[in-house]
């Protein structure tokens, strides 16, 4: 197949050696559920987000880390919390699945990040937690939303799905919070195939969070069935089977090793499209504040029909053509039909977040995109809009 029809797949992990290697290495230890390599795991990514191991805990998914986060903060069921439109359906899902109720605030039109004068608007007497999602790497204005937080006494659980190494004035994302919430699905920053990781400052409530996550059980099977002898085990609460396996561990202990080389290569990209669209007729991704560090997640630019003269659906279809595979991040959750029957929510109530929604594109922002795939996505993104471009 000639390098030019090769399909570029969309949010393609970066593998290498290390992590075979490792994953060869687990198997052949005989123990791929949640055993030592979880607990390495566990320990590596406390030490890079500056905080200690038992103030963390792997799960099977941010989806999870999210669920769990919200049983263990002790909300009483049907209580609101408050979270954006423009994000993935899983955030909130996993409100409703802990019994609580979703309650939406619309998100400012540059940063794509919810609005802190949105959420001070939906506060009610019954509003119990904010659900904020740092989208795409940019951080949320947390100083603002911590400041709604301690004067309405409201719990904080970050959604940092895209937020790896995100920092907000140089703190990172999701130590702000009661609880940061992280992704190592297989799109994301740092990988495991699937998997999540819960952090937070109260180490009793990430105790509680642990044992919920394996069936609210006192005791995981590398304890029961390790080496010093086998341990009897209490089930303390009714848990979730949500825990990480070491065969997952073993994928992103490496991957974690490789952070900041990983985010360093996708800046270089980040900064090649900047350069390469600053004539075209679309809005690009804002610029990060100066005491901010974006997680450079996402690179998402908006097709608006007026200025392009095409839909973005029609843009998708002539990048899938030109054999380059891309995202939508995200349409909104109102226009989904489930919330709309369950919550009678209409897309237009959230405005900024509905138009965003309808016109973005993720473009390919891999690390193990190489040079000639960086200028491949170029050249069509510059083709097709050249050629669509209304006249202006």
């Known amino acids: ?234 089930v303390l609460e009714c848990g979730f089977k949500y825990n990480m396996m070491d065969l997952q561990a073993a994928i992103g202990l490496p991957q974690l090793a490789k952070v900041e080389d990983h985010w360093q290569r996708r800046q270089a990209i980040w900064k090649r499209y900047d350069e390469a669209f600053a004539d075209l007729p679309i809005d690009l991704p804002a610029t990060p504040e100066a005491d901010t560090r974006h997680g450079l997640h996402l690179y998402t630019v908006m097709i608006d029909e007026e200025r392009c003269g095409m839909t973005r659906d029609a843009f998708l279809d002539a990048m899938n053509a030109a054999r380059i595979g891309t995202g939508v991040h995200y349409l909104s959750v109102p226009e989904h039909p489930y919330y709309q029957q369950r919550y009678g929510w209409h897309s237009e109530q959230w405005p900024n977040a509905m138009r965003l929604g309808r016109q973005t594109v993720s473009l390919p922002l891999s690390p193990g995109l190489s040079d000639d795939d960086v200028e491949r996505v170029i050249t069509a993104v510059r083709r097709i809009l050249l050629q669509g471009a209304a006249p202006r």
Not at 122 to 132: E, K, N, S, V
Not at 147 to 170: M, N, P, S, W, Y
Request: net charge negative; charged share 20%.
């Open 1 to 234: 197949m000639a390098e030019h029809d090769r399909f570029i797949v969309f949010g393609a992990p970066s593998i290498g050696e290390e992590e075979i290697a490792e994953v060869t290495a687990c198997m052949r230890s005989g123990w791929l559920g949640t055993g030592p390599r979880v607990a390495r795991f566990e320990q590596a990514f406390a030490a890079y987000k500056q905080t200690r191991a038992d103030q963390v805990a792997a799960v099977n998914s941010c989806t999870a880390a999210l669920h769990v986060s919200m049983v263990a903060a002790g909300l009483e069921p049907g209580a609101e919390v408050i979270t954006t439109p423009l994000t993935f359906c899983a955030t909130v899902n996993a409100i409703e699945h802990a019994g609580l109720t979703p309650v939406l605030a619309d998100v400012d039109p540059r940063t794509q990040n919810i609005d802190p004068d949105a959420i001070e608007a939906a506060i009610t007497p019954r509003t119990r937690a904010i659900l904020p999602v740092h989208f795409a790497g940019h951080p949320c204005a947390m100083d603002r939303i911590m400041a709604i937080a301690q004067k309405h006494e409201l719990v904080v659980i970050e959604d940092c799905a895209h937020a790896i190494e995100t920092t907000f004035r140089g703190q990172p994302a999701g130590t702000f919070g009661d609880f940061g919430c992280f992704s190592f699905y297989v799109t994301k920053n740092v990988v495991t195939g699937e998997g999540g990781m819960i952090l937070g400052g109260d180490a009793g409530r990430i105790a509680r969070a642990r044992m919920l996550a394996l069936h609210g059980m006192s005791k995981d099977a590398w304890h029961r069935f390790g080496d010093a002898g086998y341990k009897h085990y209490q």
